[in-house]
């Protein structure tokens, strides 16, 4: 019989106490009926409780009447807040819950649970030598659970209908363990098995709707219905996947149609020897330059080799995407609020040259839905990300009619936009020379300042120690140039970034001032110490140099605060004329931003102030406050308010969201007199890919990745499942580091959604949710890459599992303790870690069947200077599913010793 751990040695403390004592404690004739614990009767026992497997063993007794078990290890097994006084026989506490108090008194031979009294031989507690010995039905009793013991097994199992707190904990671990695991730094996602996701001539689409309508009434007591419309719809079509947007004008006429046919591969395997990773024709985004040509939407096509989501783009970023009517979008970094976007009209948000801090940039855009609706999505941005291994080629080319929809149905064309909304295009590639250099150059043509031009700009990146430094310049063809340099790193704790650039000739671009002769910037991002609390400041500086015209200086100091649910952004700017002309006029503005919640309601809020000049005082401020009604509804008042635009606007509007549709009711009211009444519903629909039909849901579904899962018992471990193999519900499923509630239905099937487009997931199990202890997942799980309105077919499959144990021997003999050892799969995989005990004993439980081999963790074998690779193989199966390997001798890394100057040792794995 197995005795791991603490538990062997209390069984061995045990045996040697009787051979010395050679009796009982005297207290033992007390038992009741007159049995005595002796050692022919004594048993250790596993545990598992509910789903799960605990560690540690339980000692205990077989008597007359059934089985008794040993209180201590019961209660520290469980974690239950009992106290054990053997000096005065008592013990009190609670179990599971505080009101569930406990006083057991020997010497008064009283037992009570709460106000219940029990007497000593319905309690039923011996006198072992280990402590107290307590019959498990009384046990199970004051718990207020279920303890089945099967004596043949030497196993006990709880069972309980109430959520137990150390069942509750053990899980939380195991989730935070899993999600250390999954964690992108801990692993390649290469190494998983991928889930294919084939194109198809026709897959039916997933649509997102939004229909509004209204009535507003003005001073003179003229009223106007409007109603509008919008939908996204996304899909495949003969075998090419695409987007589709409709909007309507306030009197639900279409006014724009949009629509995107693309591919994207992020193993590059598009377009033949082209190796593209993303190619677009319909409504695409287009590739600005750094001093030629901004980025753009609008009608034309698109096609890179670039890894999906990188810009070439140095020391700043630029960030677009769908933001549905009536929706707003934050834009944090690094947790950091940094901007705010209302609606605009065009269904788009766009964060543009949103500037890079050094290291790693974690973006997340918050879109808030007029619903209620909350949705994250999340980028990561490197500075000099742009920047190419050695030895890579990356281009892209595209052209589109700027700020135009595929199918315009209203008259857009403006005197004002008459250069914007012509044709442009352009083509780039970019190389690198080696680790540390790359190089790229760009060739642009577009309509500016009336005319159609063409350009040439070149660039190069190159590391600098701790700094990155980019040089470019570009060129007009029959026209001027531009140089500029760029240098961003840390000196200390301060971020610092410089930023030059100087016209030569006649240069015009719509990334330069007319007439600029030189400009330049200077910026630090530092933490400021308040006590034991880190501030963010920024601070800024630069200078503007004119041909003709004034010059000023520029100066911004800034500041973020990120805390206990607390995201405040505060700015000072302040542009200052040259004092050699006479220009009063001096331009400083103060803006805030807040996101914060006080006491249940949520606040959101943007105000800009003048502080100089007629216009002082408040420019734009807008502030929103919400409370959530219930699980489901939210309750939202807002203040609007435009100096330019002369317009104050109070909003009152409750929304509630039901599992199929989610509604909201608006009233508002203006300064000029106008009142407005509005009633919206957002829904979705789409293929049921569980029970056919139709699908319809308060989330969108458009926009998002999704992953049908199903879940199955594989008991002959061929990874495919076999008509007689049992399908397993109540199934936890999880993707990437999210941890919800998606859970398999009665024919082991459920649906991931919300994943994000283009982005790879591991899709796994939660090992805690699944209904047998000796059950365990096949692997870690199964990589998918996700695409928009479309679903992923997954097939993870559970196998019995068993267990692994044997003994560590020490390269110089002995057992080693400490030590971290793997069992690695076929794959190269690792599915199962432990650590060697006291003596060298180690054990691997819930072992899926399989074939492994036996290696010793990369950490402690550079510690011991020992191999990773042992000669030992492990087949756990039916036939086998308790693997007993003896000892294990450590090897000692000959070539390790050598290298730092020490003796090598010889040894022997086995």
Avoid at 474 to 483: F, V
Avoid at 752 to 760: A, E, G, I, S
Avoid at 837 to 863: C, M, N, T
Wanted: with cysteine; net charge neutral.
């Amino acid at each position: 019989m197995r005795l791991p751990g603490t538990a062997r040695a209390a069984a061995l403390a045990t045996l040697a106490a009787i051979a010395v004592c050679g009796a009982l404690p005297a207290y033992a004739q007390d038992a009741p009926g007159g049995w005595q614990p002796n050692e022919d009767d004594f048993m250790m026992f596993t545990l598992d409780a509910q789903r799960h497997r605990l560690s540690d063993d339980i000692r205990g007794y077989v008597t007359p009447d059934g089985t008794c078990l040993d209180l201590v290890d019961v209660v520290q097994s469980l974690d239950l807040a009992v106290r054990i006084d053997a000096k005065s026989r008592r013990a009190t506490g609670w179990l599971f819950d505080e009101a569930r108090t406990i006083s057991i008194d020997r010497d008064s031979t009283t037992v009570q649970i709460m106000n219940n009294r029990e007497s000593p031989d319905a309690s039923r507690i011996y006198d072992s030598p280990e402590g107290w010995c307590v019959d498990s039905s009384a046990l199970a009793r004051w718990l207020g659970v279920r303890l089945t013991v099967d004596r043949f097994n030497a196993a006990i199992r709880l069972d309980s209908d109430k959520p137990l707190p150390f069942v509750e904990a053990l899980e939380r671990r195991q989730r935070g363990e899993q999600l250390a695991r999954r964690r992108p730094q801990n692993f390649d996602l290469a190494q998983f098995p991928q889930a294919e996701m084939e194109y198809r001539l026709w897959r039916t689409p997933m649509v997102d709707m939004t229909l509004q309508i209204g009535v507003q009434t003005r001073a003179g007591g003229n009223a106007r219905m409007t109603a509008r419309g919008e939908s996204f719809a996304a899909g495949e079509l003969g075998r090419i996947s695409y987007e589709s947007r409709i909007a309507t004008d306030g009197a639900f006429k279409p006014a724009s149609v949009r629509f995107t046919a693309f591919r994207r591969d992020p193993a590059a395997k598009l377009l033949g020897p082209l190796q593209a990773t993303e190619a677009l024709i319909g409504d695409v985004q287009s590739e600005g330059g750094r001093l030629v040509a901004q980025g753009g939407m609008g009608r034309g096509l698109f096609v890179s080799n670039r890894p999906l989501g990188v810009t070439g783009n140095f020391s700043t970023t630029d960030l677009r995407g769908t933001l549905p009517a009536g929706w707003d979008a934050e834009l944090y970094r690094n947790g950091q609020l940094l901007a705010f976007q209302a609606d605009r009209g065009d269904g788009r948000y766009d964060f543009s040259q949103v500037e890079l801090a050094v290291g790693r940039n974690d973006f997340e855009v918050v879109l808030y839905g007029p619903q209620g609706q909350v949705r994250r999505e999340q980028s990561a941005v490197t500075l000099g990300q742009g920047a190419l291994p050695a030895g890579r080629l990356h281009y892209w080319l595209g052209a589109l009619q700027h700020d135009r929809d595929l199918f315009s149905l209203t008259r857009q064309d403006s005197v004002d936009n008459a250069d914007a909304r012509h044709w442009r295009g352009g083509a780039g590639v970019a190389y690198g020379i080696d680790r540390w250099t790359s190089i790229a150059i760009s060739a642009h043509s577009l309509r500016h300042a009336g005319e159609r031009r063409q350009y040439v700009e070149t660039r190069l990146w190159r590391s600098l120690g701790g700094f990155e430094a980019e040089l470019a310049a570009a060129h007009e063809l029959g026209g001027g140039g531009m140089a500029q340099a760029a240098l961003v790193g840390r000196l200390g704790g301060v971020n610092v970034a410089f930023d030059g650039a100087a016209r030569l000739g006649n240069f015009v671009s719509e990334m330069v001032q007319p007439d600029l002769a030189y400009r330049y910037t200077l910026r630090a991002d530092a933490s400021v110490r308040l006590g034991g609390f880190g501030l963010p400041v920024q601070a800024a500086y630069g200078r503007v140099h004119r041909r003709v015209g004034s010059s000023y200086a520029e100066w911004l100091v800034a500041s973020s605060l990120a805390a206990r649910g607390v995201a405040v952004r505060a700015e000072l700017a302040r542009r200052a004329r040259s004092p050699a002309l006479a220009d009063p006029q001096l331009e400083t503005k103060a803006q805030v931003l807040v996101n914060t919640r006080i006491r249940g309601v949520r606040l959101r809020g943007s105000a800009t102030y003048n502080l100089d000049g007629r216009d002082r005082g408040f420019d734009t401020a807008r502030v929103a406050a919400g409370i959530d009604v219930g699980d489901r509804g939210d309750l939202e008042a807002g203040f609007e308010y435009d100096l330019r635009a002369g317009q104050r606007r109070f909003e009152l509007g409750y929304a509630h969201r039901f599992d199929r549709f989610a509604l909201r009711a608006d009233a508002s009211h203006s300064g000029r007199g106008q009142v407005g009444l509005q009633l919206g519903i957002a829904f979705s629909f789409a293929r049921d890919p569980l029970g056919g039909g139709v699908r319809f849901s308060s989330e969108r579904l458009a926009r998002y990745g999704h992953a049908e899962v199903t879940v199955f018992r594989d008991d002959n471990g061929d990874g495919r499942r076999s008509f007689d193999e049992e399908l397993l519900p109540d199934v936890r499923v999880e993707a990437g580091l999210r941890s919800d509630d998606t859970i398999t239905n009665a024919e082991g099937r459920a649906v991931l959604d919300q994943l994000r487009p283009n982005v790879p997931v591991l899709v796994g199990i939660d090992q805690s949710s699944l209904p047998d202890a000796y059950l365990a997942p096949a692997g870690p799980g199964v990589v998918i890459t996700p695409r928009a309105g479309t679903v992923g077919a997954i097939i993870l499959p559970v196998l019995p599992s068993g267990e692994v144990e044997g003994m560590l021997v020490a390269a110089a003999g002995g057992g080693q303790a400490g030590v971290e050892l793997e069992l690695v799969g076929a794959s190269g995989a690792v599915v199962a870690k432990t650590l060697s005990e006291f003596d060298g004993f180690f054990l691997f439980q819930r072992v899926p069947y399989g074939r492994y081999s036996l290696r010793v963790a990369e950490a402690s074998a550079r510690q011991l200077d020992v191999r990773q690779a042992t000669a030992v193989q492990v087949e756990v199966g039916r036939a086998l599913d308790v693997v007993r390997l003896g000892p294990v001798r450590l090897e000692r890394d000959v070539r390790a010793i050598a290298d730092a100057g020490g003796a090598p040792a010889t040894g022997a794995a086995h």
